[in-house]
């Protein structure tokens, strides 16, 4: 299985790309998560059969985990860019008659709503690496330890992109329910950041 598609790398290098500057932040964000993530599975799969460690099983349940956030995060930084697209396309749609206003409305609060519930489907896979970070902190092999430092500041670091830019978004969507569900989503992963903070390098 390939590690990404075309389009996933494509997606990514937009964001450095100076004649592109529609792709930001949101896939920045999860492309920092897919990283972290693969950090995290490359101190578990560093950290395995080592004395004093944890059991072989344990280090192969986050590898397999961490490659399975790693593939997602980088699938989710190309939808957070088409997601974007089509927000841009909503707004271009006429405005002229009263009809072309309607069909546009709703085609931007569709939109919106896409590039709304995609950071925070990221930004809840970002918590789920921090928390692979979490657990190998204590038991992981420590020649490997500031790999894992910078796992942990790239997963923190993610998941707060990922909370701007749902954030970002939130006061332009109109209907209440939606946006009611996605404060709730969002409030759990703001309490991740806060339990979270960085605590120094633990080499």
């Known amino acids: ?77 190309l939808a957070d860019s088409e997601a974007f697209s089509r927000v841009m396309q909503a707004y271009r749609l006429p405005k002229d008659a009263a009809d072309d206003k309607a069909v546009r409305s709703q085609a931007i609060q569709t939109a919106l709503e896409g590039a709304t519930a995609v950071p925070l489907d990221n930004g809840e896979q970002c918590a789920e690496v921090l928390d692979l970070v979490t657990r190998l902190t204590p038991k992981h092999n420590t020649n490997a330890g500031s790999d894992l430092d910078v796992g942990r500041r790239l997963a923190l670091a993610a998941l707060e992109g990922c909370i701007d830019n749902v954030a970002i978004n939130l006061g332009s969507l109109k209907d209440a329910d939606v946006r009611s569900g996605f404060e709730v989503r969002l409030n759990a992963l703001r309490s991740v950041t806060s339990s979270a903070g960085l605590e120094g390098s633990h080499v």
């Open 1 to 77: 299985m390939s590690i990404a598609t075309d389009a996933e790398v494509e997606a990514l290098l937009k964001v450095i790309d100076p004649e592109d500057n529609a792709t930001g932040g949101g896939t920045a964000s999860a492309g920092a998560g897919a990283l972290a993530a693969g950090l995290a599975g490359m101190v578990a799969r560093v950290s395995k059969g080592r004395p004093d460690m944890e059991p072989d099983a344990f280090y192969d349940d986050v590898d397999l985990a961490a490659r399975r956030l790693a593939r997602s995060l980088l699938a989710g930084g």
